[in-house]
Antibody
């Protein structure tokens, strides 16, 4: 069955960086686009960006430009999100999510990881 | 960016009743709107995409309608597991955006 398993919770100080992993199984990782979505406490989800596992092409939300990097390792079917220069308002649960259509960037997400809580606090 | 607003913020209903949730977009998103369900402590789950198409595994009591700027999610007869938060999300333009959610709770 399709699974996306994320790394564990992180606590970081303001100004630090965090890297979250998302290991995929149960489908052909290399032909899908993976998005990263975060959700601050009590808020709706916020799309951060996507990466094509096949080509490595990425697209990020403009508000995160310069602070976010997304990568994949197709040999281990793992996607990574790195967020730099952390601020308190980056405190959120971070999710990876698979695009609904193979080879596409439809922007609908049919499978999600379990989420990784990132807390930014001094 | 396209802003999605959802109403009501909270809907208090009893099991067996029907629920009608609304989502309005700040500009036309054609039919490129999805609905997700989120239970406490869980990731969102895709229910409906392209305004009215049920995702794999979505029960038939869930239906979506609308186009342009106004959309509706209807749950025909609430089951205990349907009490959750529901989000709409557009894929018409970048960045993809979500609404603030409607919480369906037990009356």
């Amino acid at each position: 069955q399709v699974q996306l398993v994320q790394s564990g919770a992180e606590v970081k100080k303001p100004g630090a960086s965090v890297k979250v992993s998302c290991k995929a199984s149960g489908f052909t990782f290399g032909i899908y686009t993976i998005s990263w979505v975060r959700q601050a406490p009590g808020q709706g989800p916020e799309w951060m960006g996507w990466i094509s596992a096949e080509t490595g092409k990425t697209r990020n939300a403009q508000k995160l430009q310069g602070r976010v990097s997304m990568t994949t390792d197709t040999s281990t079917s793992t996607a990574y999100l790195e967020l730099r220069s952390l601020r308190s308002d980056d405190t959120a649960v971070y999710y990876c999510a698979r695009d609904r259509v193979a080879g596409g960037t439809t922007g609908d997400f049919d499978y999600w990881g379990q989420g990784t809580l990132v807390t930014v606090s001094s | 960016e396209i802003v999605l607003t959802q109403s009501p913020a909270t809907l208090s209903l009893s099991p067996g009743e029907s629920a009608t949730l609304s989502c309005r977009a700040s500009q036309s998103v054609s039919s490129y709107l999805a609905w997700y369900q989120q239970r406490p402590g869980q990731a969102p789950r895709l229910l409906i995409y392209d305004a009215s198409k049920r995702a794999t595994g979505t029960p038939p009591r869930f239906s979506g309608s609308g186009s342009g700027t106004d959309f509706t999610l209807t749950i025909s007869s609430l089951e205990p597991e349907d009490f959750a938060v529901y989000y709409c999300q557009q894929r018409s333009d970048w960045p993809r955006t979500f609404g603030p959610g409607t919480k369906v709770d037990v009356k």
